[in-house]
């Protein structure tokens, strides 16, 4: 059995697992094999003696200082872009999430990083039904583990279940007649005739 989030929706706490919504399960993947004239499958080879090869994602695991130095995660301080030093935001497993229900249109302004699927109890399950008879949406703040800031994320359901969307919430700037500042260039005119260009 995995971590079970606790979520307050409008004073009312429940509880669910979460499940990445992988999209290899739902497409499908495929792998490029390469093989030799003979059928063979080969394999990557180094022609260099002593050097290592770092597989995908390997690098974005190390944390390093300006030294090369490495750096434990647990070591590193947060400050915001003001410059002052900001506390960490507490895993979603840590708490009780607070969820209010927003309008339509802010979840639809989501830039989606990842989708979970919500891992409900069937004795817990008319209570969630009843949260979301009329296709409510719910905002909390998601953060795996504790970390800096957290991501913006939205409870959502269908006739499939419940879903959870992670991301960050695009802040557009809409032009109206009042905000739009029209620049009126000079432009330049060159008197000077180039007759080469004739």
């Known amino acids: 059995m995995g ?36 059928g063979n499958e080969c394999v990557v080879s180094d022609l260099y003696q002593g050097s290592r090869i770092l597989p995908r994602g390997s690098i974005s695991q ?10 434990k995660r647990s070591d590193l301080v947060g400050f915001n872009e003001h410059d002052e030093k900001v ?16 309008d339509l249109d802010e979840f639809l302004s989501v830039n989606v990083k990842s989708i979970y699927q919500l891992d409900i109890a069937d004795n817990q399950l008319d209570k969630w039904k009843n949260l979301f008879k009329n296709d ?40 109206e007649q009042e905000n739009i500042n029209l620049e009126e260039e000079e432009e330049e005119i060159d008197d000077e005739l180039d007759f080469s260009m004739l």
């Open 87 to 102: 506390e960490k935001v507490s895993s979603i497993f840590a708490l009780e999430n607070k969820c209010r229900k927003i």
């Open 136 to 175: 409510e949406v719910y905002f909390l703040v998601f953060n795996y583990r504790e970390d800096y800031e957290g991501d913006d994320a939205y409870i959502i359901s269908n006739d499939s279940g419940f879903f959870m969307t992670v991301g960050k919430k695009n802040e557009f700037v809409y032009l």
């Open 62 to 71: 190390v944390l390093v200082d300006k030294n090369g130095s490495f750096v």
């Open 3 to 38: 971590r079970k989030i606790k979520f307050n929706l409008e004073g009312q706490v429940l509880e669910s697992e979460i499940t990445k919504v992988d999209r290899k399960k739902l497409y499908g993947s495929s792998k490029k094999i390469v093989k030799d004239n003979q």
